[in-house]
C-alpha cells in the first residue's frame, strides 16, 4: 500500500503536546506518522506519494456542527434575498424571479430580514403587487417566519377565523385579517400545500452543498432537521443514497426529528448508530424561535416590547420529551435561543437523569444565544455540548442589543462557557447563515464584521483564541458525536481529515481569516477536493 506523505510546510495537529509538525504520513484511511521530516519518512517506508506543501498550512478537517444541508444545496437555487438592505429591490428581485416561473408554480425564496427595512415586517399586499397571480412563500433569514401572498394564504385556507396553531401565531392587522407573516409552527400551514422537491432534485442539491463544504476544508457535518419534520428523514434518504453509490464524499452525523421519537423508540433506535460515514445522532427539538422573528422565549420581556416571545415546547413537555428519549438511549439535540429556552432544556436534561441509559452521544443546545449568568456553569455540569454558530453573533448584534439591551453581556458567551468548563461545538446554520466556517472564526476571534465593525469587537470579553476556535471546529464537535478517538486531531492513528489551506491562520492578521480557504481537502486518506 503507497503511503501519502506531506511535506513542506506547517502541520498543525491541534494536539497541545505536539502543536505543530514538519510533516505527515498517510496509510489508507488514518495518519500513520506525524513529525519531524526524517522520522515520518522513516516511517513511510519506500512506497510514497509526496504531496509538497509549498509552505501551505495544514490543519485537521472542519466539522459544521450545525447545517441544513440539503436545504442550503436548494436555497442556492431560490430567491435569495440574504443581506438585501433595499426593501423596493428585494421586491424587483421576486418580480424578476416570478417572470421566469411557468404557470402556476411556486415562487419559493429565503433569506429576507425585515430588521434591515427599518424593523417594518413585509405583508401579503407587498408580495401581491409583484407577485399576484401564483402563490408565494419566502422563508426569513432564520427560517422562523414565512412571508407569502394572498393566494398562497388562499390555497392554504388560513383566514381571520383561523385559529393560532400550538408553538405558532399568524400574524394579523388590526382588523384580525392575516398579515402574510406565519411564525413558527403556524408556517406548517403553508408548508403542507406546497410541492416538496423531487428526489432527484433534493441529491442535486446535496451534491452541490457538500462540494461547496469541502471547498472551505470541512469533511464532518452534523446535519439537524429543520422546522419541518419531514426534513429529518427525506435528508436521512438522501444521504443513504449517496452513501450507497458511493458518492457520499464527506462524514455525516444526522439527527432525528421530533416528531419521530416514537417511531425511533419502536425501532429500537438508538443515538450513535452507524460508521465513520453516517452515524444517527440525536433527537431534534425547538423550545422556542428566533431573535430576529422575536419568538426566542426569553425570561423577562423584549426591550420596548411586552412579550417574552413563544415557548414552542412548554417546560413541562419537553421534560417529559427529553426524559423518555434519555430513557431509550436517544441523546436530545434542542433549539434554543432565549434565556428561558436555554433554562428549560437545562432543567428537563437535569430531571431526566435519573432515568437515562447510557447515552452514546452527549446532549446538547444547539445556538444557545442568549444565557443567564446562572445558567452557564450547567452546562459543564450536566455534560451538555453547547453548540453555536459564531456568524449569528456578528450578523445579528444590532439587533441583539435593540431587543435585549444590557443582556446581550451574556449572550454569544463562548468564553464565559468554556472557562466554566464547557465544551463548544461550532456551525454555521446555513443557509441561515454563509456555509464558510472560515466566517464563523473570523467572527469568534474578533467579534467584528468583516469590515472591522465595531472597533475592538462587540463584548470583547467573551473572544476566543484562534487555537481555541478551531477547536471548537475540530475537537468540539469530535466530542459531540464521542468520536475524540478519531477526530478532531492529526495525531497517528486518526483519520486522516485535513485541509491544506491556501494561508497560514496563525500567521495572516485576525482580520483577515474570514479570507482562507482550502486548497485540497482530504476526507479518509483520498482527496475530495482540489482547487484548480
Not at 81 to 95: E, R, V, Y
Amino acid at each position: 500500500m503507497t503511503t501519502i506523505v506531506l511535506h513542506n510546510g506547517p502541520i498543525y495537529i491541534l494536539d497541545p503536546a505536539q502543536p505543530v509538525a514538519q510533516a505527515l504520513a498517510i496509510r489508507g484511511e488514518r495518519i500513520l506518522a506525524v513529525g519531524d521530516e526524517a522520522t515520518v519518512r522513516a516511517a513511510a517506508g519506500n512506497r510514497i506519494e509526496v504531496i509538497d506543501l509549498r509552505g501551505r498550512a495544514v490543519i485537521p478537517g472542519l466539522t459544521d456542527a450545525h447545517v441544513h444541508i440539503v436545504l442550503h444545496g436548494l436555497a442556492r437555487q431560490q430567491v435569495r434575498l440574504t443581506g438585501c438592505a433595499d426593501f423596493m429591490a428585494a421586491l424587483d428581485q421576486i418580480a424578476a424571479a416570478a417572470q421566469r416561473l411557468p404557470p402556476g408554480a411556486w415562487l419559493r425564496g429565503n433569506g429576507w430580514d425585515h430588521t434591515l427595512w427599518g424593523g417594518r415586517w413585509p405583508s401579503r399586499a407587498d408580495l401581491d403587487r409583484v407577485c399576484p397571480d401564483r402563490p408565494a412563500m419566502l422563508s426569513r433569514k432564520d427560517g422562523h417566519s414565512l412571508w407569502v401572498n394572498s393566494r398562497a394564504l388562499e390555497l392554504a385556507g388560513i383566514t381571520a377565523a383561523t385559529p393560532d396553531p400550538d408553538g405558532g401565531q399568524i400574524q394579523r392587522d388590526e382588523h384580525g385579517e392575516p398579515t402574510g407573516i406565519l411564525f413558527e409552527t403556524a408556517m406548517e400551514l403553508v408548508r403542507a400545500i406546497v410541492p416538496p422537491p423531487t428526489r432527484a432534485e433534493r441529491l442535486a442539491a446535496l451534491r452541490l452543498a457538500i462540494n461547496e463544504a469541502l471547498s472551505y476544508g470541512l469533511t464532518s457535518l452534523h446535519v439537524p432537521p429543520a422546522t419541518n419534520p419531514a426534513d429529518g428523514p427525506d435528508t436521512l434518504i438522501d444521504l443513504q443514497a449517496l452513501r450507497a453509490d458511493g458518492d457520499l464524499t464527506i462524514r455525516v452525523l444526522a439527527h432525528i426529528a421530533g416528531a419521530h421519537l416514537d417511531h425511533a423508540i419502536g425501532l429500537g433506535l438508538r443515538s450513535g448508530l452507524g460508521d465513520d460515514w453516517l452515524r444517527i445522532g440525536g433527537l431534534k427539538l425547538f423550545a422556542d424561535g428566533s431573535l430576529g422573528s422575536e419568538s426566542a422565549h426569553m425570561l423577562a420581556p423584549y426591550e420596548g416590547r411586552d412579550h417574552t416571545g413563544i415557548a414552542v415546547i412548554p417546560p413541562a413537555e419537553m421534560k417529559e420529551i427529553v426524559t423518555r428519549a434519555n430513557a431509550h438511549g436517544i441523546s436530545v439535540v434542542v433549539h434554543a435561543i432565549g434565556d428561558a429556552a436555554n433554562r428549560s432544556v437545562l432543567d428537563a436534561i437535569a430531571a431526566a437523569r435519573p432515568t437515562a441509559i447510557h447515552l452514546a452521544l452527549p446532549n446538547r443546545i444547539e445556538h444557545a444565544q442568549i444565557l443567564d449568568p446562572h445558567d452557564i456553569p450547567r452546562f459543564a455540569e450536566l455534560g451538555v455540548i453547547a453548540s453555536m454558530q459564531p456568524i449569528h453573533c456578528t450578523a445579528d448584534m444590532a439587533v441583539a442589543d435593540r431587543l435585549w439591551g444590557k443582556r446581550c453581556a451574556t449572550s454569544y458567551a463562548w468564553r464565559s462557557l468554556l472557562d466554566a468548563g464547557a465544551t463548544l461545538a461550532f456551525g454555521s446554520d446555513a443557509p441561515v447563515e454563509t456555509l464558510d466556517p472560515w466566517a464563523g472564526i473570523h467572527a469568534a476571534v474578533t467579534r467584528q464584521t468583516t469590515d472591522g465593525a465595531p472597533a475592538g469587537g462587540w463584548y470583547p470579553e467573551q473572544r476566543l483564541a484562534l487555537s481555541e476556535a478551531l477547536a471548537a471546529y475540530c475537537t468540539g464537535p469530535a466530542a459531540a458525536e464521542a468520536a475524540t478517538d478519531r477526530k478532531g486531531r492529526l495525531s497517528p492513528g486518526m483519520l486522516a481529515d485535513l485541509a491544506v489551506l491556501n494561508g497560514d491562520p496563525f500567521q495572516i492578521p485576525a482580520e483577515r481569516l474570514h479570507t482562507l480557504r482550502a486548497e485540497l481537502t482530504m476526507v479518509g486518506g483520498k482527496i475530495m477536493f482540489e482547487r484548480r
